[in-house]
């Protein structure tokens, strides 16, 4: 496989002001971003920039996407086209590297999948995403205690017993602080996903993060939707970090696939 | 998205009061990673692909480890499981 390769960001609502939105931003690659139709007049485009076969086939692919700076290049060039599309329109974004041989191959994804776009473009219209992640700021499990402030066996003993006991007490209070956030989001977001609880290098103190959530909210709810869930915290040692408005990623259920949907009619007006 | 609206809203009700414009990475791979549509008939990388190339970078990145388990017990995870309760 030589040459370019068509690397697809989005499908969006083909609005007038889509085209002028991504005119002058640099792709994945640094090139233009382009929008390609299944037949022209069509209301939904997918963003798609040219890539080459050599950092963007299979091969090549899989080995850049273990090294995290190249990652990091792509993940924010991808993100700054998505959300600069959705300045103007609604925008469905694709899973990080969706790439395809050619804009024909493109043209016959959009044209396979019409009808789920149109409806999920629908369904994002005036909503946003927001993450909403818990930390608990629990006392370490083993404080660094200088040896003497431990003194005889017992006051160690007894210093052991308190620090799982703050532990236990952080943690407890943080479930219920959990409870309340999810209970207090619900009045106003129309979805949830689950991330998981972020770990590791990359993962941004301080505290512990238990609870890494997005939510999928009405423009018009926003304001209300920080408050409620800020205010919902309240308990000693828990965290509420809220991120966004995000395009709505973690929303952008596969098309042709639906049983990720809740059967409880929270998922929809 | 709609308007740019200043410090970004995160720093409103954070004890952490850096202004951050950028979206902190993590954040964003949670998203393109975990997140996005994935589009069957993808003629490049098989969605099977995609998810083992996550799958090793989220070894790379996140050491999940059995040691260190969520406080909750079973870990959420990372797959989107909508208001179901």
Same mark, same amino acid.
């Given at each position: 496989m030589n040459g370019t390769l068509a690397y697809v960001y989005a499908v969006a609502r083909d609005l007038p002001a889509l085209a002028a939105s991504v005119a002058d931003l640099p792709g994945v690659s640094g090139g233009p971003v382009r929008l390609v139709r299944a037949?022209?007049?069509?209301d939904v485009a997918a963003l798609v920039s040219d890539v080459t076969a050599a950092d963007f086939a299979e091969e090549p692919l899989k080995r850049h996407m273990e090294d995290l700076d190249w990652l990091e290049t792509v993940a924010r060039a991808h993100h700054g086209v998505v959300e600069a599309a959705a300045q103007g329109t609604t925008v469905l974004p694709l899973r990080l590297a969706t790439v395809y041989l050619d804009d024909d191959r493109v043209r016959a994804m959009l044209a396979a999948h019409r009808r789920a776009f149109a409806d999920r473009l629908d369904r994002l219209a005036r909503h946003t995403e927001w993450g909403v992640k818990l930390y608990v700021e629990a006392p370490a499990r083993e404080e660094q205690q200088p040896a003497a402030a431990a003194g005889t066996g017992r006051d160690y003993l007894r210093m052991r017993r308190a620090q799982r006991g703050s532990r236990e007490d952080a943690y407890r209070a943080a479930q219920g602080a959990a409870a309340r956030v999810e209970e207090a989001a619900r009045g106003h977001a129309v979805d949830r996903v689950r991330h998981r609880p972020q770990q590791g290098t990359l993962a941004r103190g301080p505290g512990e993060n238990i609870v890494n959530d997005a939510y999928l909210v009405p423009q018009r709810e926003a304001e209300a939707f920080r408050e409620d869930v800020t205010r919902a915290v309240a308990a000693q040692g828990v965290r509420v970090e809220i991120t966004g408005p995000w395009v709505p990623y973690s929303f952008a259920a596969p098309p042709s696939e639906e049983p990720r949907q809740a059967p409880d009619g929270t998922t929809g007006p | 998205m709609s308007a740019p609206n200043g410090p970004l809203p995160a720093d409103r009700g954070d004890r952490d009061p850096l202004p951050q414009r950028q979206a902190a990475l993590i954040d964003l791979l949670d998203r393109l990673l975990g997140g996005g549509a994935v589009i069957t008939g993808d003629v490049v990388l098989s969605i099977a692909d995609i998810d083992l190339v996550r799958v090793s970078l989220r070894a790379l990145i &996140?050491? &999940?480890?059995e040691q260190n388990p969520s406080p909750w017990g079973a870990a959420p995870a990372a797959r989107g499981d909508r208001h179901d309760g």
């Open positions: 037949e022209p007049g069509d | &996140i050491a &999940i480890s």
